[in-house]
């Protein structure tokens, strides 16, 4: 199978793009932040919730139910 | 809010550091605090520094604390003393910048290198990283700085690590 990406143009519009970034109006680059910071809180919280959560014990599917008389 | 604190005399002076410091230079990455660097107005009759004050100021405006953090428009922020001579230096030469009309002081991205560089965690490194990438650096005031406060070792084995 052919590699058809060209990575040194990949890497150059990566390149491209943090100069972009780096040089964008102050504000603008505060915004992002904002973003990023809503977004790393989320991910964090998600992972906490993972950690602590309580957490039902898994069914033994196939158990049949205990018959009562 | 750190404007007024030191019109207040809370404070006596600040500078935004780390990532968000980083951020009027660089461009931004995720982090999760931001840290200002302060000196404390000298207290009479003690020598420990405390932030009590400035905890105290804040609750005032509403603000909640959570842990060592302040929470400031929906972000911890810490406030950091700025001690050790590297650090005195670089909020004595932090400079004025202008976010919308609003005055802010920012550390200089010689200095934030060079606090990154000597607190060393792998995301300090990649952050000295990121300025010389960026050519954000004054690579003549940089290397005074670190001549200045000792970092020469640390800086010469980052660049046989990272830079050559």
Redesign the interface.
């Known amino acids: 199978m052919k590699n058809n990406f060209d990575f040194e143009r990949i890497w150059e519009s990566k390149r491209a793009l943090r100069r972009r970034l780096a040089t964008a109006p102050i504000i603008e680059k505060l915004r992002m932040l904002d973003a990023l910071h809503e977004r790393a809180v989320a991910i964090r919280g998600a992972r906490f919730r993972e950690a602590t959560a309580v957490q039902e014990k898994p069914g033994r599917y196939g158990d049949r139910k205990e018959k009562t008389s | 809010m750190l404007n007024q604190m030191e019109h207040d005399g809370v404070i006596k002076r600040y500078a935004i550091g780390g990532a968000?410091g980083a951020?009027?230079?660089?461009?931004?990455?995720?982090?999760?605090d931001v840290d200002v660097f302060i000196a404390f107005k000298p207290q009479q009759e003690s020598i420990i520094v405390s932030p009590a004050p400035i905890f105290d100021y804040l609750k005032r405006f509403g603000c909640k604390m959570e842990g060592e953090y302040v929470v400031i428009s929906?972000?911890p922020v810490q406030f950091l003393p700025a001690s050790g001579p590297l650090l005195e230096d670089a909020l004595d030469n932090a400079v004025e910048?202008?976010?919308?009309g609003v005055p802010a002081r920012d550390l200089t991205a010689e200095y934030l290198a060079a606090v990154a560089l000597q607190t060393g965690r792998a995301k300090d490194k990649a952050s000295v990283l990121q300025f010389i990438?960026?050519e954000?650096l004054d690579r003549t005031k940089f290397e005074e700085i670190v001549e200045r406060h000792q970092l020469v070792d640390r800086w010469r084995d980052f660049e046989r690590q990272f830079v050559e």
């Open positions: 968000v951020t009027f230079y660089l461009e931004p990455v995720s982090t999760l929906g972000w910048v202008d976010v919308e990438e960026a954000a």
